[in-house]
């Protein structure tokens, strides 16, 4: 066909194929694109005249997933999403608003900055290149972009610099005060596995609720795929040198010195077959992937080359099904599923090193076969899943009418002790703790028992409970109450005591002002950033965006935008 075109290229025919071909690419490849840019929407998030397009976009949330795939247990999708948002407009903010203030950095200046960080500094204090590249070898992240980040740093530096000047004499007392109070409370824990239900919910009942709470159905999106996989070992077998290529090579080598050919032979064989097998598996890698682009079927690429097959159904993004945890299972799995989640279907990845679970070289490579989005259970194969979701809710709402229950009558001025001694609920008294969450250590101080001290810091429950109310429990009176779910328990509390530690180090108030000058700084920063978002008219393609990320909350973009 392509020798037809190049010999007629100068006829009427050929010409007016080649122009319905170009339209044909154009009316169902690209009138999107085209449309979006005449319109001016081609762009998910716009910072000034920055504009970030859905394939940047989808780029560094692939790059994010890949550094954190393996280190992180539960990806969370939407909030990942938020964190790139956030990210692409703090740093383009810091961009334009570092050239509006003309804030150059220099390489000599980035050199210090760099140099100076202790991590990259050896036993003797000096700078050490080699910590620096181990570093980023060890997250994954070029040079050049710890570069760009550590140059935002360096900006974002300057842009505060002068908040530190400012001045808190009046509120450094009110703060430090606030700073050493410290707060007891009694919980009492409500799990909704313990309330009965005697409503036996019937087809219609059920089909409200699967119809009314379509997120408790939602199967994620999954990919089934194949992986292609062959060991170093396996190419190496075939490689051999002659002992008069060894010679050969001994006589041309110039760093032979003294040594005789006898002593430097199986150094020699073992150098040049490495060479060898290195060459060996680059063809073989070409050949293949070439094959595969040409159109040839896995089976029969795989019984030409003697590659390995595993065939992989179902994975999900969230790593939370088994066969998702069957690919994490080997050494390389969290690259493999990184791959396989930015292929398209039918298609297939280049070839990547790894090691087996017995630390021996092999490359692999993804062909993902299909992909089944992301959809809801069908209610008629969901029966029994719907009545377990019911009534996990009925239980759940039935806790939290009981917790409401306890609330209003604390505010009739009841105690919560009381109230869980006589519904014989158990009762757990958290010891005093201050606004970060640290549990008292003053033992003299009132409302806090050596044993119930001990206690508190021991128990993962206590220390849960007492991280997840803190901020609201310092907002609250002694005997209010509230509650919160944790865990799927609702949690009631009441504050017992408010107390101050009777004696203050000197170290502790100077702490305590520099905590205070520091949460300021960095407010009134929030508030210049919040301040040149409007300036630099940040805005985000909401429609562009849902496109992409068909799941994405839309609280988390009220919140941001």
Known sequence: MLRFIRAHSKSVVVKAFLVVLALTFVLFFGISDVIRRITGKDYILKIGNVKINPFEFKNEKARRLGLLRGRVQDLDDKNLTASILHQLIWENIIDQASMDYGLVISDEIMKKYISGMKMFRDKEGRFDSRLLRNFLQSIRVPETMFLESSKKSIQESLIKYPFSYISLETEQDIYRKAQQERRSLVT????????????????????????????????????????????????????????????????????????????????????????????????????????????????????????????????????????????????????????????????????????????????????????????????????????????????????????????????????????????????????????????????????????????????????????????????????????????????????????????????????SNQRLLGEVVNDLFQQLVGHLSKKYKVSCNHELLKEINDDIDQNILDEIF
């Not at 997840?468 to 944790?486: H, L, P």
């Open 188 to 511: 009492v824990d409500l799990n909704p596995a313990l309330f009965k239900i005697t409503d036996n919910p019937d087809t219609e009942v059920l089909e409200r609720f699967y119809s009314a709470n379509p997120e408790l159905f939602m199967e994620e999106e999954s990919r089934s795929l194949r992986i292609l996989t062959f060991s170093e070992a396996s190419v190496a077998k075939n490689v051999q040198v002659s002992d008069e290529e060894l010679l050969d090579a001994y006589e041309r080598a110039p760093e032979r010195a003294d040594r005789s050919f006898d002593d430097i032979k199986e150094e020699l064989r073992a150098n040049m077959k490495q060479d060898r097998v290195l060459s060996a598996v680059n063809e073989k890698t070409r050949v293949i992937e070439d094959a595969l682009m040409a159109g040839e079927t896995i089976e029969d690429v795989c019984g030409k080359h003697g590659l390995a097959i595993v065939t992989v159904d179902h994975v999900t993004a969230n790593n939370n099904s088994a066969e998702s945890s069957r690919v994490l299972s080997v050494p390389y799995g969290g690259d493999v599923l990184s791959v396989a989640f930015s292929l398209d279907e039918g298609t297939d990845s280049s070839f990547s090193e790894g090691q087996d679970e017995k630390n021996h070289k092999l490359f692999w490579l993804v062909h993902l076969d299909k992909i089944t989005p992301r959809h809801i259970m069908d209610f008629e194969k969901s029966t029994k899943r719907i009545l377990e979701e019911w009534v996990k809710k009925e239980r759940f709402e039935s806790a939290t009418k009981k917790a409401l229950e306890l609330i209003e009558k604390i505010k009739g001025g009841e105690i919560l002790a009381r109230l869980a001694a006589k519904n014989k609920y158990k009762i757990t008294e958290i010891p005093a703790f201050d606004r970060t969450g640290t549990v008292e250590e003053h033992p003299q101080q009132p409302g806090t028992k050596g044993k119930d001290k001990q206690k508190g810091q021991q128990d993962p429950r206590q220390k849960k409970i007492m991280e997840v109310v803190c901020e609201d429990a310092f907002s609250m009176g002694v005997q209010e109450a509230n509650s919160v779910t944790i865990d799927g328990h609702i949690v009631v509390y009441q504050v017992k005591t408010i107390s101050y530690p009777k004696d203050i180090e000197k170290k502790e108030t100077s702490q």
